[in-house]
């Protein structure tokens, strides 16, 4: 339905069920995403990999009209289908694509973000996670998500290592059954700290 979030994510669950390797969300992880979301109280997002838009449909519908939300795609042709999936649910105007590698996005934001959602690809978790760093992007306090940990497998073993073992995040993976693919969830929690990762 037109101008309505949450049946435009609907229907592209849907899709997604009936197209062979396609990857998104989904429902059952979208849930555990929702709730985590919620309980960020984010106001100023940043998702890496916009895709075709189903992830920042959810942040919109749970965090209300007065977050902003910013999302980063490298593909001109996926953004372009983002931007027209964001125009039919109504929310052109709380949701802003970026056009461009992320590692060039980044150094384009000065200011922190609340939430940051990565989904994209594995080989670009670590380097623009440092990137977010070096350029204080993720406030203290903040969330990280990292998408399709499990996936993803050895090839985010660095990344994992980093958001673990660093001492700047209590990190945890969430999962909405064993076995399933999940999330990482990682709050910045300063550079000093030396607390052991939830």
Not at 94 to 103: D, E, L, M, N, Y
């Amino acid at each position: 339905m037109r101008g309505d979030p949450a049946s435009v994510a609907r229907a592209i669950d849907g899709y997604a069920q009936s197209a062979s390797g396609m990857i998104h969300l989904g429902r059952d992880k979208g849930i555990l995403f929702d709730q985590v979301v919620a309980q960020s109280g984010a106001h100023r997002i940043l998702e890496l990999g916009t895709n075709f838009g189903y992830s920042v449909l959810r942040l919109a519908k749970v965090l209300g009209s007065q977050a902003e939300i910013h999302s980063v795609e490298v593909d001109r042709s996926l953004a372009d289908t983002a931007e027209a999936i964001i125009s039919y649910a109504g929310l052109s105007g709380q949701i802003t694509v970026h056009r461009g590698a992320s590692q060039n996005v980044l150094d384009c934001f000065t200011t922190p973000f609340d939430l940051i959602f990565i989904d994209h690809f594995p080989q670009n978790y670590l380097p623009d996670l440092l990137k977010i760093e070096e350029r204080g992007l993720l406030q203290e306090g903040g969330t990280l998500i990292s998408d399709n940990v499990v996936l993803f497998g050895a090839d985010l073993e660095p990344y994992l290592h980093h958001l673990r073992q660093s001492g700047r995040y209590h990190s945890s993976l969430h999962q909405p059954r064993p076995g399933a693919d999940g999330f990482e969830v990682s709050i910045r929690c300063g550079e000093r700290s030396t607390d052991t990762p939830i």
